[in-house]
């Protein structure tokens, strides 16, 4: 089906979805790592409109946005097991709560991340009350996409590992027991899955870069007030 | 079986609008359920609980919201005329340029408008624009879609249409034709096809809304 070729840093989780989609359908690709502090000439010209990974290049052509690639590998490679569902209202429901998550709920819950003080505590309500609307899509399902895996928890499957992330260097609780039964019950199913089991970048390297993602937006903030 | 098609919203919003325009464009009989923002009906909240937004299309009593979501919809339920081109890589390209409109034009724009033409405002708006004028340079074509229109003419009907009404309303300039030469001439053309033609609110009405919310006092 032609060479791929997979545009990525070791922690995006944008990248991860890739990562999985393309290990699920059994697609062989080459890895290029970036440096998103020095970015290679390659991604430049693949993506000169957002800079950024993730980046596919299938045959030399290259196709940006995690969420278009995720499609773009669904339809490319559509005789293994589809993400999405068939059903048009299916399929509109899928790309709605995607959206909710990459417009609402990692925004809200990185802001949370992100601050401290005053400012961290405002942030948090809605973060909360976003991860509340997402523990609901899951009532009476195993996956975010129902009875089995597919798009939606490729989509919201960052939650199972940078969240824990987040809440160990940001000195924040967003999934409490007692509030998030369901995404907690998911988390287990989902990482209990080879692919993605596999596929996690190193948990202390994730910590130390995210500890100093956050260190450098507090002083950033602190030095613009 | 009955095929109900309802769509909240009203034609003012660029993004009510581009449910019409594909609704039109398809030929589907709808009933436009106008809403009061301000006044916002139960029927709108329980179709659409998260955001409370227009627009939303329900069909057959079933909500779909996010005017992109809701253009995919329209396109794989109902035949005829295609928003979405049909091979893969030149599907996730209109994705991908229909995502760029709304999560970095539109913003821009917005902020553009609501900071009354400043300088910072205008020229990231125009940044952003630059990137659609160097996309209809670089395929030299009538349309984003090609010889017709698509999603991504679709989406860009904010383009075509509001941003000259906000300039009218506001006396500010977004869009010169010197600068940008193709997306003038892409909104003649877009603008002038039968089912936006058919779609679009009249201007006039666009630009006293405008001159109320966004003018100077």
Not at chain 1, 4 to 20: E, G
Request: negative net charge; contains cysteine; aromatic residues 12%.
């Amino acid at each position: 089906m032609g060479e791929v070729k997979l545009f990525r840093t070791w922690s995006s989780p944008y990248a991860l979805r890739i990562v999985w989609a393309l290990k699920l359908k059994g697609i062989v690709y080459e890895t290029i790592y970036e440096d998103l502090a020095n970015k290679s000439s390659l991604l430049l010209e693949y993506n000169p409109v957002h800079k950024k990974v993730p980046v596919l290049l299938h045959n030399g052509t290259p196709i940006c946005e995690s969420l278009v690639i995720l499609e773009y590998i669904d339809e490319t490679w559509n005789t293994t097991a589809r993400f999405l569902p068939e059903d048009p209202l299916a399929r509109a429901t899928a790309r709605f709560w995607a959206k909710f998550n990459d417009d609402r709920v990692v925004t809200s819950i990185f802001r949370a991340y992100v601050t401290q003080g005053a400012e961290q505590e405002e942030a948090i309500g809605p973060a909360l009350e976003n991860l509340d609307i997402v523990e609901k899509q899951l009532i009476g399902k195993n996956f975010f996409s129902g009875e089995s895996f597919g798009f939606l928890d490729l989509v919201f499957g960052w939650i199972a590992k940078y969240l824990g992330i987040f809440e160990e260097t940001g000195g924040i609780k967003l999934i409490d027991e007692d509030r998030f039964p369901l995404i907690l019950a998911w988390k287990d199913k989902f990482c209990d899955i080879p692919v993605i089991k596999e596929s996690w970048p190193d948990q202390e390297k994730l910590i130390t870069k995210f500890q100093l993602m956050r260190e450098h937006f507090i002083s950033t903030a602190a030095g613009s007030s | 079986m009955a095929n109900e098609v309802k769509l909240y919203g009203a034609t003012r919003s660029p993004f009510v609008c581009r449910a019409v325009i594909a609704l039109n464009l398809k030929g589907i009989k709808y009933e436009l359920v106008v809403e009061d923002l301000s006044n916002k009906s139960a029927d709108l909240i329980k179709y659409n609980p998260v955001y409370k937004k227009v627009p939303v299309l329900v069909h057959n009593g079933n909500p779909i919201s996010e005017s992109l979501v809701i253009l995919e919809y329209i396109d794989e339920v109902w035949n005829g005329v295609p928003i979405l081109p049909q091979d893969a890589y030149e599907k996730a390209q209109a994705r991908f340029w229909a995502k760029f409109m709304d999560d970095k034009c539109f913003p821009a724009v917005f902020k553009a408008v609501i900071s009354h033409g400043e300088e910072q405002a205008v020229a990231e708006a125009q940044e952003a624009l630059q990137f659609l004028e160097n996309e209809l340079k670089v395929k030299g074509s009538k349309f984003f879609g090609g010889d017709n229109i698509n999603l991504v003419d679709i989406t860009a009907t904010f383009v075509a249409f509001w941003i000259g009404a906000v300039e009218e309303a506001l006396g500010i300039e977004l869009l010169p034709k010197d600068k940008f030469p193709k997306l003038t001439e892409w909104s003649d053309n877009y603008v002038n096809c039968q089912a936006v033609k058919d779609s679009l609110p009249p201007r006039e009405n666009l630009v006293a809304i405008y001159k109320k919310r966004f003018g100077k006092a």
